[in-house]
């Protein structure tokens, strides 16, 4: 079994930063080609993509953070961050990772961290 774990939610004034992590335990860790991907999802709304690094770590953001949000991959911790910048209370929301095993049709989805901005 593989298991994904988000951290690094919490409460936050708008204009401020957060770094979300996303790990890997079980039968493998997050490796350097693995696509990950942050989503996010809003109460009332529909999951929508935040973040990816693909497995060439080419990165695509979604427009509502572009140009706020930075993915990486932390390989000496065989993670995938998340650092989000400038906040506002509409990135209000339950942020997931998904993690794409590279050279698999797997994914796996961690329970995800509450991110709540205030005004």
């Known amino acids: 079994q593989v298991h994904v774990v988000e951290s690094g939610g919490g409460l936050v004034q708008a204009g401020g930063s957060l770094t979300l992590s996303c790990a890997a335990s079980?039968?493998?860790?997050?490796?350097?080609?693995?696509?990950v991907g942050w989503y996010r999802q809003a109460p009332g709304k529909q999951r929508e993509l935040v973040a990816v690094i693909s497995d060439r770590s080419t990165t695509t953001y979604g427009d509502s953070v572009k140009g706020r949000s930075t993915i990486y991959r932390d390989i000496d911790r065989h993670t995938v961050n998340l650092q989000m910048n400038s906040l506002k209370p509409e990135d209000t929301a339950v942020y997931y990772c998904?993690?794409?095993?590279?050279?698999?049709?797997?994914?796996?989805w961690g329970q995800g961290t509450q991110v709540t901005v205030s005004a």
């Open positions: 079980g039968d493998r860790i997050i490796g350097g080609p693995d696509v």
């Open positions: 998904e993690l794409k095993p590279f050279l698999t049709t797997q994914h796996y």
